[in-house]
């Protein structure tokens, strides 16, 4: 389909492992956000890219958290030595917004449930 | 800085039955406003918006309003169905890139 994809849906790690979770956001999206989602409650944003261009990664909890955009398309969020505060779901977002100030619709993919253990 | 909060769930109603769900935020400036629903086993989707003070979001017989006098934004539709039982999110965007602020959600149950 035509939407945004992620991928692993779902993955299991053992504490200390590095995951890479993929992004592939809707084709012609320039802006792209990853949020996290800990379960009963709403999603945190984490960060940001236009084209490239990581803009905004005021939301990365730690600096084992590591996002990379780096032909203006796919995405990939790492999260290294994984804590069991990691666990939970990491949700894309892709919208056609190029201008700042101007709210543009944030179309959702799936999401990938991650489970620290 | 930024936040949103609105009301705790679940909210269980009676098919046909009126539904408010309360959200008000807090903010610097003047953000967009947004619910979206997160149906079960499916992602995100943006419900229906509003941008600037006044306007009114309508979409699948929901609206909301954005009154900036009270900072809110209360979602409602007039008869609720069972196929609206989903969880909701309110939602703010401000700041370069429009990242959105949610609030915590509300599960909404409604039963035939």
């Known amino acids: 389909g035509a939407g945004v994809s992620q991928s692993p849906r779902y993955k299991v790690a053992k504490r200390g492992q590095d995951v890479a979770l993929r992004c592939d956001p809707i084709?012609?999206?320039?802006?792209l956000f990853w949020y996290q989602q800990a379960l009963g409650q709403g999603p945190e944003f984490l960060t940001y890219?236009?084209?490239?261009?990581?803009?905004?990664k005021s939301g990365l909890p730690s600096d084992r958290f590591f996002a990379e955009r780096p032909e203006g398309s796919v995405s990939t969020l790492k999260i290294q030595r994984t804590q069991q505060e990691d666990s939970a779901v990491y949700l894309c977002?892709?919208?056609?917004?190029?201008?700042?100030?101007?709210?543009?619709?944030?179309?959702f993919g799936p999401g990938t449930r991650l489970t620290v253990t | 800085g930024n936040s949103v909060t609105q009301m705790e769930g679940p909210v269980t109603l009676s098919e046909e039955a009126f539904l408010t769900i309360n959200c008000t935020y807090t903010a610097t400036g003047y953000p967009s406003l947004f619910w979206y629903v997160q149906y079960p086993g499916e992602g995100l989707q943006l419900l229906l918006k509003a941008t600037k003070a006044d306007d009114k979001g309508s979409n699948k017989g929901f609206e909301a309003t954005y009154r900036k006098e009270t900072t809110s934004f209360h979602l409602e539709k007039g008869s609720v169905q069972v196929s609206d039982s989903a969880v909701y999110f309110c939602a703010l965007s401000w700041g370069y890139g429009n990242k959105l602020v949610f609030g915590a959600g509300t599960i909404l149950r409604v039963k035939s």
């Open positions: 890219f236009q084209n490239e261009a990581q803009l905004d």
């Open positions: 084709s012609g999206h320039v802006s």
């Open positions: 977002a892709s919208s056609s917004a190029r201008i700042a100030g101007r709210s543009y619709e944030q179309y």
